[in-house]
DNA sequence: CTCAAACATGTCAACTAATACATGTTTATT
DNA sequence: AATAAACATGTATTAGTTGACATGTTTGAG
């Protein structure tokens, strides 16, 4: 679908960035739902500069190391917003290499199988602090109009994904308990 | 990684199969939480049966429609139990468009975000629905050493991720209506 | 008997993405 | 002055995935 596009121009849009400074964007602030290496986005902006979407001049730093600052043009604005007014489709459902192994832990034993679920609920559960952490740099709710508003709804979405990852996790491993404590029973 | 080898095997350990079968599953039992295509499962199986991981037999069906039927060899029962116990760290952050849409959207109308969120919740509440569907045919909680047990479990999980979704995107909407409210006020 | 749907197996081109390869400068610390 | 970390930009290779191309049989409904 070309989604990458639309991610560069709109950063681009918030401010006018380098291959360099997009990079690190996405290791950040778009780290939660999207990603992309700067083998990635090098020949992208390029792409999209040869489109006439974006447009750069290139600067010096100290005497001789050159950058490109990458600035969204007018076009690029309007193929920014046609996208960003359209209606998506629910994303695809995301391949999940633990839950296929779950679906097959009937071929391990049953201690196992918690074990497994334990460290899964571990590292969600470490994720999730990190998450309450950056949580507690906004002290109120940002006004809709401000960029930060859109941090912070996609913020109580990652939240409200971990704690439901760990909820799930938590009634599995009682399933599974509940039932190992009613068969030593018999 | 290779995980599809993995999705094949542990399907192939539960029983004999076709390549058309195997992609049924694919889009049925598996959907939650893999995918794949015929394009991908038939060369795949190839390199399975010339690692000696799984074995065929040639059948007809008819008069002369040959299909092979899929097994899985004692090696691969090893390699499939290898994988199944061993720690899988916690998914990537999957890619969302939606989540991407909703960080730039303040560059469009406070209307027109709420629009889209409640597009995009409808989604999610249809798709709820549908796996609450699929629960109502367990009418008890499976045993725990059926393959039915793993499956109950990962439609929990798909639950949970639609419920969680759904509030989010309620949530979403509530402060985007209540900030537009207020500032009708003013 | 006709026709559509399901059964059945494969390949190919294009795209997306990750990792490694490749190179060099600037800045801040010690 | 040395050095490490950060700045800065690219390419190449490989793996994974999708959609289209390609072909043909069998079964069940009307």
């Given at each position: 679908?070309?989604?990458?596009?639309?991610?560069?121009?709109?950063?681009?849009?918030?401010?006018?960035?380098?291959?360099?400074?997009?990079?690190?964007?996405?290791?950040?602030?778009?780290?939660?739902?999207?990603?992309?290496?700067?083998?990635?986005?090098?020949?992208?902006l390029k792409?999209?500069?040869?489109?006439?979407?974006?447009?750069?001049?290139?600067?010096?730093?100290?005497?001789?190391?050159?950058?490109?600052?990458?600035?969204?043009?007018?076009?690029?604005?309007?193929?920014?917003?046609?996208?960003?007014?359209?209606?998506?489709?629910?994303?695809?459902?995301?391949?999940?290499?633990?839950?296929?192994?779950?679906?097959?832990?009937?071929?391990?034993?049953?201690?196992?199988?918690?074990?497994?679920?334990?460290?899964?609920?571990?590292?969600?559960?470490?994720?999730?602090?990190?998450?309450n952490h950056?949580?507690?740099?906004?002290?109120?709710?940002?006004?809709?109009?401000?960029?930060?508003?859109?941090?912070?709804?996609?913020?109580?979405?990652?939240?409200?994904?971990?704690?439901?990852?760990?909820?799930?996790?938590?009634?599995?491993?009682?399933?599974?308990?509940?039932?190992?404590?009613?068969?030593?029973?018999?």
């Amino acid at each position: 679908m070309g989604v990458l596009r639309y991610a560069i121009l709109g950063l681009l849009n918030r401010q006018d960035m380098t291959g360099y400074d997009l990079t690190k964007e996405f290791q950040t602030s778009l780290s939660e739902f999207w990603s992309a290496k700067h083998s990635q986005i090098y020949p992208e902006l390029k792409t999209l500069a040869e489109n006439h979407l974006v447009e750069f001049k290139t600067e010096i730093t100290g005497n001789v190391l050159e950058k490109k600052l990458y600035s969204i043009t007018e076009f690029g604005k309007k193929e920014l917003l046609e996208w960003a007014e359209n209606y998506t489709k629910i994303p695809p459902l995301p391949k999940d290499e633990f839950k296929l192994q779950l679906f097959f832990s009937d071929c391990i034993p049953a201690q196992q199988r918690i074990q497994l679920l334990k460290n899964q609920l571990e590292q969600h559960q470490k994720w999730l602090e990190h998450l309450n952490h950056n949580l507690t740099k906004f002290d109120t709710v940002p006004p809709t109009k401000e960029s930060e508003f859109s941090d912070y709804l996609v913020l109580l979405g990652a939240i409200n994904r971990e704690e439901s990852s760990c909820n799930w996790l938590n009634t599995c491993i009682n399933l599974c308990k509940k039932r190992a404590a009613k068969k030593s029973d018999t």
